[in-house]
């Protein structure tokens, strides 16, 4: 089976910081192509950010040079460090795996084949 596990979120203050992180077990080819996805409360599914082969990055406009999408040395783990975060940051992240390119991430409801059960993100 491939599990996502997700960890961090919290409640932040705007301006402020979280770092999100998220382990993938299961077949290795689903580490391939990782991602951040959010949802609030009434909306669609919004990518935010998303890391393939060799490292590459993608992002949403609105992710763009606040957040950062990072592989540990185990490939199968995935971090989000979120700075300068803004009340419309809140939502619930979900960590995906498994897509076809990372520029998927740019999409409203980004397609992943595996997800985590999401944590929540709140700034005031």
């Known amino acids: 089976d491939v599990q996502l596990v997700e960890s961090g979120g919290g409640s932040v203050q705007a301006g402020g910081s979280l770092r999100l992180a998220c382990e993938v077990t299961g077949f290795y080819y689903v580490t391939y192509c990782l991602g951040w996805v959010r949802q609030a409360p009434g909306q669609e599914r919004e990518g935010v950010a998303a890391i393939g082969g060799e490292d590459t990055t993608d992002y949403a406009d609105s992710a763009k040079g606040r957040f950062t999408i990072s592989r540990g040395s185990a490939k199968n783990i995935v971090s989000l460090q979120m700075n300068n975060l803004k009340p419309e940051d809140t939502g619930t992240y979900y960590c995906?795996?498994?897509?076809?390119?990372?520029?998927?991430?740019?999409?409203?409801?980004?397609?992943?084949?595996?997800w985590g059960q999401g944590t929540q993100v709140t700034v005031s």
């Open positions: 995906a795996s498994d897509c076809a390119a990372t520029f998927v991430i740019r999409a409203i409801n980004p397609i992943f084949n595996y």
